[in-house]
T-cell receptor, first 112, second 114 residues
Framework: AQSVTQPDIHITVSEGASLELRCNYS??????LFWYVQSPGQGLQLLLK??????LVQGIKGFEAEFKRSQSSFNLRKPSVHWSDAAEYFC??????????FGTGTSLTVIP | DAEITQSPRHKITETGRQVTLACHQT?????MFWYRQDLGHGLRLIHY???????NKGEVSDGYSVSRSNTEDLPLTLESAASSQTSVYFC?????????????FGDGTRLSIL
C-alpha cells in the first residue's frame, strides 16, 4: 500500500540556518513526488515536484529536494531559512488517477 | 488567473444539521477532490470526481456526499453533521493524469459542529 511518512512533527531553526525536512514514501511503482507549503489560514501551495530524471529538483522560494530511490526518500532542503518560511510543509505521492497521499506534515518555526 | 474558491471560509453549526460546503474552480480541470485536515492526520481524501456525473469515495467518505453537475463545481454535503466532522476542509483540482499532475488547492473551510 502507498504511504508517506514525515518523521518530524515540528522543527525549529534559526533564521539564516540551513533546513532539511524529511519525507519517506512507500509505493510499488515509480513515484511522482511533491512538496507543498501551507501558511496559516491558507491552502496548500506547490513548492516542487519530482517525476523522473535528475534526482535533485529545484522549486520556488529557494527550496530544493533530492530523490533517493535506495532510501525511498524525498527530503526538502533550503540553504538559508527566512522568517517567512515558517509554515506547515507536506510531502505527497501521486498515484493512479492523480490521487495524492499526503504525509502528516512538518511544522516549521523560525527563530529570529 | 485561474483559481479555486471555497465558501464559506468559516461555519458553525449544530449536530444533526445538513451542511453543504461549496467549491468552485476556474481551471477547467476534470479532476476535483475534497480533503479534511486534522492535527496528526495530515490531509485525508473524502471524495473525488473525474468529471461531470462522476463521483468516487475516498478514505474517509462516511457521512459525506458530493455531486458533480458541471465542470466547475463540486459541493460537499454533510448529511447529518456530527462533532467528529469538525475539521478544516480543502477542495483541490487537477488535470487528468496518473499522479503526475499537481493539485491546486482552495483556502479551506473551517467547520465547527457543536
Amino acid at each position: 500500500a502507498q504511504s508517506v511518512t514525515q518523521p518530524d512533527i515540528h522543527i525549529t531553526v534559526s533564521e539564516g540556518a540551513s533546513l532539511e525536512l524529511r519525507c519517506n514514501y512507500s509505493y510499488g511503482a515509480t513515484p511522482y513526488l511533491f512538496w507543498y507549503v501551507q501558511s496559516p489560514g491558507q491552502g496548500l501551495q506547490l513548492l516542487l515536484k519530482y517525476f523522473s530524471g535528475d534526482t535533485l529538483v529545484q522549486g520556488i522560494k529557494g527550496f530544493e529536494a533530492e530523490f533517493k530511490r535506495s532510501q525511498s526518500s524525498f527530503n526538502l532542503r533550503k540553504p538559508s531559512v527566512h522568517w517567512s518560511d515558517a509554515a506547515e510543509y507536506f510531502c505527497a505521492v501521486g498515484i493512479t488517477g492523480n490521487q495524492f497521499y499526503f504525509g502528516t506534515g512538518t511544522s516549521l518555526t523560525v527563530i529570529p | 488567473d485561474a483559481e479555486i474558491t471555497q465558501s464559506p471560509r468559516h461555519k458553525i453549526t449544530e449536530t444533526g444539521r445538513q451542511v453543504t460546503l461549496a467549491c468552485h474552480q476556474t481551471w477547467n480541470h476534470n479532476n476535483m477532490f475534497w480533503y479534511r485536515q486534522d492535527l496528526g492526520h495530515g490531509l485525508r481524501l473524502i471524495h473525488y470526481s473525474y468529471g461531470v456525473q462522476d463521483t468516487n469515495k475516498g478514505e474517509v467518505s462516511d457521512g459525506y456526499s458530493v455531486s458533480r453537475s458541471n465542470t466547475e463545481d463540486l459541493p460537499l454535503t454533510l448529511e447529518s453533521a456530527a462533532s467528529s466532522q469538525t475539521s478544516v476542509y480543502f477542495c483541490a483540482s487537477s488535470e487528468a493524469g496518473e499522479g503526475n499532475q499537481p493539485q491546486h488547492f482552495g483556502d479551506g473551510t473551517r467547520l465547527s459542529i457543536l
